[in-house]
C-alpha cells in the first residue's frame, strides 16, 4: 500500500509561482509518477508525469511553464509551476503507478486569482 502526502497549493496571483510536493510512503515500488489536475465540471487531466529514468511528458497547456522533477531516494515528486494563469486553477493530484496499480494522493487546491 502506498499513502501520498501533498503540500504547496494555494491563492497566487496571475504570473506568480507555486511549488507543489508529494511524497510517498509504502513498501511498494514505484514507477510513473506524475500530477494530474481537476477544475469544476471538467475532466481529471495530466498534467505532467516522469518515469523513474526521468524521462518527462507534459501537458501541451503547460509546457515551458511548468517543471516536474522526483526524488526517487526520497520518493517524492515536485511540481514547480510558473507563469500561472487563471485557467491553472484545480485541484491538483499527485499520481503514483507500481506493479500492480496506480495510487492517488486527496488533492490540493491552486488557485490563480487577482
Known amino acids: 500500500q502506498v499513502q501520498l502526502v501533498e503540500s504547496g497549493g494555494g491563492l497566487v496571483q496571475p504570473g506568480g509561482s507555486l511549488r507543489l510536493s508529494c511524497a510517498a510512503s509504502?513498501?511498494?515500488?514505484?514507477?510513473?509518477m506524475g500530477w494530474y489536475r481537476q477544475a469544476p465540471g471538467k475532466q481529471r487531466e495530466l498534467v505532467a508525469r516522469i518515469t523513474g529514468g526521468g524521462s518527462t511528458n507534459y501537458a501541451d497547456s503547460v509546457k515551458g511553464r511548468f517543471t516536474i522533477s522526483r526524488d526517487n531516494a526520497k520518493r517524492t515528486v515536485d511540481l514547480q509551476m510558473n507563469s500561472l494563469k487563471p485557467e491553472d486553477t484545480a485541484v491538483y493530484l499527485c499520481?503514483?503507478?507500481?506493479?500492480?496499480?496506480?495510487?492517488w494522493g486527496q488533492g490540493t487546491q491552486v488557485t490563480v486569482s487577482s
Open positions: 499520481n503514483v503507478v507500481g506493479v500492480l496499480r496506480q495510487y
Open positions: 509504502g513498501s511498494v515500488t514505484i514507477y510513473g
